[in-house]
């Protein structure tokens, strides 16, 4: 019996250390010693736009003792998000899973985490500048859970762009763009959002309830006005999707509490929705929406 025991103990050993393996995270700076931008660090414009590298990311910046703290925290979380790419990638079953990352760090721009997978397909970027001021103390213990949480986020967007890839879709006016933007955003702040949205056991909570009821009447009502939507106008409607208070993000919070009640604690129960991609988002309206906001929401889409 105790033989049967010391193999199985040493058949788990073996299997934790072929994932380590198989699984590899870098760490790299996007700022070096002397306070200057490498090369790995890519900065945006208001708009969202890639910049280019200009003058100001000449400009020296060394990385502060706040923003070393976070440093610090990052570093030491890297192995254990080596272990956890196949959880977070549940929903993405028909995905292949990239396994060799690179997490780059810096301390410039206005975005605390982010992804660009067309141009870095295996690069999360962490702005240690904005995690400071946004966040606190790279020491304070309820952190460490935040920086797992934006991580599983940033990694979600790696395997969208994966799973685009073998099921593209265009996107030809301001609605599909909308849909496109709540999918993505819903699916990676499903991975982000804190045991105030979600409890323990992986279903919505009480408040999370009140917050949704007011979201879902923002989402029909831009879904609505975006139909008929001049550029500009749609660009005025589009604020907020996934930017900004938090509790106010009516397409990405919106549709992660959603995605929440879908799981049930499940991840698997999120694999059909990934596969139906951004239209799949009408779907899963017209699962949650109360019978006047849906009737509202299909009269405007023509569905």
Sequence with gaps: MKSIKLLFIVLILISSSTEAKENQIT?????????????????????GELLAKDKASKNEKKLTIKEKEWAHLIASRISLWETQLDKIAVPYATTEIPRRLSVVIGN??????????????SKIFFNLGVFVTSYGSGKDVKNRNRID??????????????????????????????????????????RSISNKWKDDNGHITESAEKTLKSLEAVFVERMVLLKDATDDEAAVLMEGLSMGPFDKKWGALTVALWLVKEAKGNDKNLIKWVDLGPKGIITLANNHLSEDLKAKFNNALKL
């Design 149 to 190: 949480r934006l991580f599983a986020h940033e990694f979600t967007h790696l395997l969208q762009y994966r799973w685009k890839i073998k099921n593209p879709y265009e996107l030809t006016n301001h609605v599909e763009r909308a849909l496109n933007g709540s999918y993505k955003e819903g699916f990676g702040h499903f």
């Design 108 to 121: 410039r721009g206005f975005m605390d985490a982010f992804a660009h997978p067309t141009k870095y397909p």
């Design 27 to 47: 760490l790299k700076y996007g700022v070096d010693q002397f306070g200057y931008v490498t090369e790995d660090w890519i900065e945006f414009g208001s708009n």
